[in-house]
């Protein structure tokens, strides 16, 4: 069994940053892939960036170049600093951990909003 808690969201101007974190249980954190989605009302669910064990990342098109993803293994946590934020930003966040069973944090809010 793997707890995901994500830290780190809130209400920001637009043009703001946000760092969001998010700490894993278990003892696999390092071979693990772990990704960012994120979701806003009316929405599917939309993957925003991931990073492989070998420190290898992608982005989802709406971020690049404003987001970035990093992890430290040490301390089980994967983060995503989001600067030049827009209102378009404005979603629930979701860490995600695949292994052979998939685990979710449980979202925390980012508003994006003058």
């Known amino acids: 069994q793997v707890q995901l808690v994500e830290s780190g969201g809130g209400l920001v101007q637009p043009g703001g940053s946000l760092r969001l974190s998010c700490a894993a249980s278990g003892s696999r954190f390092s071979r693990i892939t772990m990704r960012w989605y994120r979701q806003s009302p009316g929405k599917q669910r939309e993957l925003v960036a991931s990073?492989?064990?070998?420190?290898?990342?992608n982005y989802g098109d709406s971020v690049k170049g404003r987001f970035t993803t990093s992890r430290d293994n040490a301390k089980s946590t994967v983060y995503l600093q989001m600067n030049s934020l827009k209102p378009e930003d404005t979603a629930v966040y979701y860490c995600?951990?695949?292994?052979?069973?998939?685990?979710w944090g449980q979202g925390i809010q980012v508003t994006v909003s003058s």
């Open positions: 995600n951990y695949a292994a052979l069973v998939e685990y």
């Open positions: 990073i492989t064990s070998g420190y290898t990342r």
